[in-house]
């Protein structure tokens, strides 16, 4: 099993900046792909970032320029740095992490969720 641990939402001004982390432990062989997705109220979950093991990245054109996903291997961690936030990016933001526990066994978890709040 795996658990994911996620932390740095919270409240800010538009134009300012905020950087989640979503910290992995358990039975980890390999990770995979780590990605960031939120969802909005009344909205469905959306992708908003994600980088593979290889150290690829991808991000949805609403945050490209102002969002970087990154990654520390060595603490199985995936950070996003947010910048320039908008009211719009207001959502609950959620790590997915896509993890091998062996040759065999691949699942994917979410973190809990944490509270992004822009206010105009």
């Known amino acids: ?10 409240l800010v001004q538009a134009g300012g900046s905020l950087r989640l982390s ?4 358990g039975s980890i062989f390999r990770i995979n792909a780590m990605t960031w ?5 009344g909205k469905e979950r959306e992708l908003v970032a994600g980088i593979t093991n290889g150290g690829g990245t991808n991000y949805a054109d609403s945050v490209r320029g102002r969002f970087t996903i990154s990654s520390d291997s ?4 995936v950070y996003l740095q947010m910048n320039s936030l908008k009211p719009e990016d207001t959502a609950v933001y959620y ?4 993890v091998s ?3 065999l066994v691949r ?7 944490t509270q992004v709040t822009v206010s105009s």
């Open 22 to 25: 979503c910290a992995a432990s």
């Open 37 to 41: 997705y939120r969802q909005a109220p």
């Open 101 to 103: 526990s062996s040759y």
């Open 74 to 77: 060595a603490k199985i961690t």
């Open 107 to 113: 699942n994917a978890y979410w973190g809990q969720g």
């Open 95 to 98: 790590c997915n992490l896509d």
């Open 1 to 10: 099993q795996v658990q994911l641990v996620e932390s740095g939402g919270g």
